[in-house]
């Protein structure tokens, strides 16, 4: 079963230049074959994504621009990661909550996905979360 313990900071390669940074995500960069990626943008102040996990899914969260807290938890511990740097994802494995919150001006959330979108991954109700890892 899966723990909060098991998600993951992953750093992603940086090419330094004095021109700018620049990071790649390729190959074996990230765990699973990619097959989606959005983002979330302008969240009025005070707003939470998220507030659910997936069955089989599993996501990394960046921080392209700005900062956002993600609370993590795995029905028994919670835990909260900032994420503020575009060369350092967040891998969420399947069975984890999410809720972002916190979402600084101008932020910017990129998430890629291990499989497209499909309503019958997503558990929305925490209650029936928490009941499931029973």
């Excluded at 899914?57 to 919670?78: C, H, P, R, T, Y």
């Excluded at 503020?84 to 984890?96: D, R, S, T, W």
Aim: proline share 3%.
């Amino acid at each position: 079963m899966t723990t909060i313990n098991d998600v993951q900071l992953i750093e992603i390669p940086k090419i330094q230049d004095r021109r700018g940074n620049l990071s790649v995500i390729e190959g074996n960069t990230i765990p699973f074959e990619l097959k989606r990626v959005y983002y979330l943008y302008d969240v009025p102040s005070g707003s939470e994504r998220g507030g659910h996990s997936h069955k089989e899914q599993q996501e990394l969260l960046i921080a392209i621009s700005g900062s956002f807290d993600v609370v993590l938890k795995d029905g028994n511990s919670e835990k909260i990661v900032t994420l503020n740097k575009p060369n350092f994802g967040l891998l969420i494995g399947k069975g984890i909550w999410r809720e972002l919150q916190d979402f600084s001006s101008g932020s910017i959330c990129l998430v890629m996905a291990s499989d497209v979108f499909e309503e019958s991954d997503y558990m929305r109700d925490y209650a029936e979360f928490v009941k499931s890892k029973l």
